[in-house]
């Protein structure tokens, strides 16, 4: 599993200060840092079943932070946009605000995989350190050393 999060992020798909306000706005402006990826094989599909998965429930895990994803046969591998929210975002279904937001495009083949990143990035955002970090991260390349340290930290021996 090491690596397996930071292997993901890329500085073009991290957005530190988003400017939407409402969930909605919030979410495509954060979606938008994945039209083009190689692996989205159609943005307008991706983000209409997305939208979908989103207001079926919310995807917010506590503590300020967000996981909007989908399962869909729109992507051909495992897809991550982080969006940063200084004021807030209000998600309705929780009556929550979100600074952070990680958003997952996951092939509908690979169920294993979608678990281990969600598994891997609850553990991560369960220290409240790395969360720290994250939140205050100055660029996105220090968003990523942050997120490769709290990786190490999670595989060191205790």
Sequence with gaps: MAGKISSLLDTSRIALHIQGGKRT???????????GHPDVLNFDSFYAELL????????????EIALPHART???KAI????GRSDTGIHFEH?????HLMFMLGTPKTKPGDYLLVVS??????KDPANREAFLTAATPEDFIKAVVTAEEKLLAPA
């Design 73 to 75: 046969e729109y992507v």
């Design 120 to 125: 891997t990035l609850c553990k991560l955002l």
């Design 25 to 35: 706005a919030a979410l495509h402006e954060v979606a938008l840092l994945l039209a």
């Design 94 to 98: 929780s009556n929550e605000n979100v």
């Design 79 to 82: 897809v991550l946009a982080v």
């Design 52 to 63: 979908a998965r989103d207001r079926l429930d919310t995807t917010c895990l506590g503590n």
